[in-house]
């Protein structure tokens, strides 16, 4: 479904139907997913500037190899639905790119 579509896209919770009495009411709700960050993510994204790039293997090296591949790419693939990074080029050339999006308040770290 196109609408359904477009608002995951946006990464806002989806539309949903109501029968009632006859009649088919549509909610859109345009509100967006919460995004559980953890502290990990937040560490790391806090000490880059906008336009900052790095690769996963940047990201490892943050973590001093305490981290698995799977939780890395795991933990980009956060940021990156977030809009917290950008990502640019595939396979081994691929970069992230941090954009200018703030932290949530809710996390106690400075925003960007």
Same mark, same amino acid.
Not at 40 to 53: C, E, G, P, V, Y
């Given at each position: 479904? &196109?609408?359904?579509? &477009?608002?995951?896209?946006?990464?806002?919770?989806?539309?949903?139907?109501?029968?009632?009495?006859?009649?088919?009411? &549509?909610?859109?709700?345009?509100?967006?997913?919460?995004?559980? +960050?953890?502290? %990990?993510?937040?560490?790391?994204?806090?000490? +880059?500037?906008?336009?900052?790039?790095?690769?996963?293997?940047?990201?490892? %090296?943050?973590?001093?190899?305490?981290?698995?591949?799977?939780?890395?790419?795991?933990?980009?693939?956060? +940021?990156?639905?977030?809009?917290?990074?950008?990502?640019?080029?595939?396979?081994?050339?691929?970069?992230?790119?941090?954009?200018?999006?703030? +932290?949530?308040?809710?996390?106690?770290?400075?925003?960007?």
């Amino acid at each position: 479904m &196109l609408i359904t579509e &477009l608002f995951e896209e946006y990464g806002l919770n989806p539309p949903h139907w109501k029968n009632k009495n006859g009649g088919t009411t &549509l909610i859109l709700p345009g509100t967006p997913k919460s995004i559980d +960050l953890n502290d %990990r993510m937040i560490s790391f994204i806090t000490k +880059l500037n906008s336009a900052d790039q790095f690769n996963r293997e940047d990201y490892d %090296r943050f973590f001093e190899g305490k981290i698995s591949e799977k939780t890395a790419r795991n933990d980009i693939a956060k +940021l990156l639905k977030g809009n917290w990074i950008e990502k640019s080029g595939e396979g081994p050339a691929t970069k992230y790119i941090r954009t200018l999006k703030d +932290l949530p308040d809710f996390t106690g770290y400075p925003t960007t």
